[in-house]
């Protein structure tokens, strides 16, 4: 955008590093505004570079865009894009009825009605009850017999499909033709347009004649994408363009469509409904120009041909997608990248328009199925609204299933649309911040989870040996039982009493909900926390008791050879590498009583084989010695004569020697022996967590900061008695209720017999006096508060001064309340706050919003989350993630508004772009009416949960050195040291040493 506005010799210099490179008239200023570049070390991704470099230059040239414009290049971002095409999809069919009671005993009666349209994760079981992977089961409800496609992990794929082929009896096997069913005439004409016939891999079809019920394997027939993010379906409308007729489709007429078969669902509907949908969409490979006009989007609900009730009568949406000819015909007759190249080439050189390219008929036309995942958080639904009216917009995670051969056409245009491809790892580091758990690393009680295990510890071992010895830890004067990985059966033998080693390696992971819920309840009795009953009548409370005592009965006696997932937080920071042990604590380490400052250390183990090893090495090195001395002898006396080298059989094998003595386990009989009763499976650092938890504890208000508070107020309230000997004042805000920033505004409100605000004459008094600055007071008669804004000459402190408004008064006791009914109320209040400040979207006359309005936000946010209390030990990270992806993305402000006392929904009369917040003081009004810079605050938003998301996704790889908030937030360094300073220059002088 920056450089379409610039002059064509001056785009590249422009756009480099180097201020020397700039023009000439611009050189000097660039010179002199050095600290503004300071942000190009910014450790992220290129495109995002570019984009705050681009932000640079409006500045610099004096380009001002409107807002969209603006933060297109980063909101984007907030999409991750993870290829899922390494899984294995199996194609289940069968005799309506028959097919789906056989599959509800392999998921042990779980229901498969559920996956009807909707893709649903099952736990599929072995004969003896033991898990043997997650499968995803999507159900094509337009077929007349049971059709059904699971996915599966290609670790487990080979177990899923040896169970199903016992299920189903299927002994036949047969293998399908590798050649696409088309005949003469269309292989001619493939051959003379010189398509590249993809050749699909062949894979078995296993049947049984009798029942009807066949299972054909899809490996690598089809692509499969995951989109995670709050903006898939922006992202869905630019990239997948339906297409507007399917009369000239060749695989339509081959494949059997017909008139009432709709192969284009509604996308929106489908979202919100968390519904499979089946699309036909143009190549995309054709939308890559830059286009000047919008792409056509996807119909809304009320503007789709489906959302009439009689058509869906009339019509069936087909799934193209399922059938095997339509996709063996769409993936062979894709047209190649460099026949589209030249045809573009061609259009480009007739000077015709980039938006009118099109292939005409030769264009494919690519069967897609959309398939939402996660359930989004629903808001609670007020009596006003109906169900339909409150759903969320937008969906936070889609996968998009595409025939074979497509994948790449279809990634690059993603990726050309700012959608961000990450790694496992970057998933793994997402879904650690996210509480979730990965197949098959964190499935041990599965065969696939052992064999992922064994090949982890060899390759710890390997990398532990790759060391000098002198250089790998002694595991064994440490204690670590289990060095390169769990052993989790080990645990249980020495953990539980009367399980034997043979018994312990039948362990399993408790899954079930119902068990889990016991366990909760277990866990609460021991605790003393109050019980959690699920019925709210108090005649059925006797009965909840009696069901849970039962059920811990129960419990005991079935969960006694398994294991349970925790999510564990460390108090006081730092991070537990893998495989560290759990351990009980013990009589001393209870004894401690400040555990801040006395660190609990583990003493050293005795080291039994220390003794062998020290003789072993004294043995390797005389051998060593004596070989060294014998050659030296042969050399001397025969100088000419070849040396030969030593035999294998003539010196000691030490490496493996060392080897074996150096992983041997620690033995019960070693002193101060810990009773283990877990291990790590995953040690990391919630970097976002953490850096919010420090922040909480450095936000508090320190006394000098106190002090400065009441003697400043005690200071106004004395120069205003001498002209208004009756006036009263308060602190109001977050003065009075300790969310305050530091270097953030002091609330004042006086009260007297005015009829007329005296800002002017206030404001004279107190330049007469010395106590402001007259170069930095400024009377706001203009704003619906008259204010008189005012910094203090000796701390410059900043102060709001109002008069007799009794609403600022009921504001402090309502901000005191919300403090006490959420605790993480005030973290996520002032992180809010501090980041709209820093954009200077805070003054209300300007057209900002107020600190009331935003405290009113997060309040509203934290009554929409699923229990009515957010838990204490939830990750503060993944809560800040979840509120600015919630007002960012998902909550719909053009026909919503919140009502923050009660927690509901306000529709508004007309949809609009003004914000809308009920006043707690006074219902009928719109506190947040003079916010007219909302869609840049809105922008603001989605840039600051794509600087988050992108952040937490990369992890903590050790390359950002001012953390995750410390770009956001912004702190200089004289408000990191404005405390000090306060404490030094102002208190000191006031009131002597604090």
Known sequence: VAQRELPFAMRRRAMSHNVKRYPKRLRTPALKNTVSMAFFGFAGSFFMAVARKLFHFLKLFSVSF?????????????????????MVCMELRGPRGRLEAQLES?????????????????????????????VNLLKNCHEDDDSYWLWTHPTSHEQVLERLKR???????????????????????????????????????????????????????????????????????????PVASLGDCEWMLDAGGRDDKQPNGDVVRALEEKTAVSLVVRDPRVLLLPQTKKTPVIAKPEESRMSNADDDAKRENWWPLWSRSVRHFVSSHKMPDHE???????????????????????????????????????????????AKESAAHDATTADLVLPACWGMSFWIPFVFRCVKPVTLKELESHAFESSTLVFPKHFPDTEAGRVSAQVEQQRKKDVHFAHPPVHRPNYIKLGARWPFGPDYADVLHRCVPGISAESAEGFFVLRAEEKLCWLRDICQSQTRTPFDFWRDDEENRGDDVFQVKLGNGQLLQFARNSLV?????????????????????????????????????EPAHPDPHESTRRSLRAEHRRLLESQHRKRTRDRKGNPDAKIPCPKPEDHLDFAALMRDKEVLQVTDECENARLVIGLVEKGDSSLLHEELVLLSEWLVPTRAEKYVNEYLATELWRIARKQWPGVTMELIGSSSTGLRLPASDIDVVMFGG??????????????????????????????????????????????????????????????????????????????????????????????????????????????????????????????????????????????????????????????????????????????????????????????????????????NNGGIQQGILGKLLGFTEEELKGRELHERLFCRRVFGPV
């Open 754 to 955: 005015w009829r007329i605000e005296p800002l002017k004459t206030l404001e004279i008094m107190l330049n007469d006096a010395g106590f402001a600055d007259p170069a930095h007071t400024i009377a706001v008669e203009t704003a619906r508060v008259p204010v008189l804004k005012v910094t203090h000459l000796m701390s410059r402190s900043k102060l709001d001064i109002s008069f007799n408004q009794i609403d600022g008064v009921s504001t402090s006791e309502i901000l005191a309340r919300f403090k006490r009914k959420f605790p993480k109320f005030p973290l996520l209040y002032m992180v809010l706050k501090r980041l709209v400040s820093r954009r200077g979207l805070n003054e209300v006359y300007t057209g900002g919003i107020s600190s009331f309005s935003m405290a009113l936000l997060v309040v509203f946010f934290l009554q929409q989350q699923r229990t009515a209390q957010v838990p204490e030990r939830k990750n503060l990270g993944v809560l800040l993630l979840e509120m600015f992806e919630y007002f960012a993305h998902k909550f719909d402000f053009r026909k919503y508004g919140i009502d923050a006392l009660t927690g509901e929904l306000v529709r508004k009369q007309i949809p609009s772009g003004v914000l809308y917040i009920v006043n707690p003081i006074k219902p009928n009004e719109n506190i947040a009416s003079a916010t007219n810079s909302f869609p840049i605050l809105l922008g603001s938003f989605k840039w600051i949960f794509a600087e988050l998301h992108t952040s937490v996704l990369r992890g």
């Open 340 to 386: 589209i190249n030249s045809a573009r080439k061609a259009h480009h050189e007739s000077y015709a328009k980039p938006e009118d390219f099109s292939l005409g008929p030769d264009e494919a036309r690519v069967p897609v199925l959309l398939i939402p995942q996660q359930q989004q958080q629903q808001p609670k639904r007020s009596s006003r609204i109906s």
């Open 66 to 86: 409107s807002n969209t414009e603006l933060w297109v290049q980063t909101v984007r971002f907030a999409t991750s894009l993870e290829d899922l095409s390494y």
């Open 565 to 601: 997932w925790v999510h564990l937080l460390c108090e006081f920071g730092g991070k537990p590498v893998d495989s560290a042990m759990i351990c009980a604590p013990t009589k001393e380490d209870l004894d401690l009583q400040d555990f801040r400052n006395l660190c609990l250390k």
């Open 167 to 241: 299920v189903f009896n299927l002994d036949e096997d047969k293998v399908p033709s590798t050649e696409p069913e088309t005949d003469e005439e269309s292989r001619g004409k493939l051959s003379k347009d010189r398509v590249k016939l993809k050749k699909l891999v062949s894979q078995p079809v296993f049947a049984n004649p009798e029942t009807g019920i066949e299972i054909r394997v899809l490996k690598d027939n089809l692509n499969r994408f995951r989109f995670i993010g709050g903006g898939c379906s922006s992202v869905f409308q630019r990239v997948l363009q």
């Open 106 to 134: 392999v998921f042990l009666n779980q229901s498969v009605n559920d996956c009807k349209g909707k893709e649903v994760v099952y736990h599929l079981f072995s004969e003896d009850g033991r898990l043997i992977s997650p």
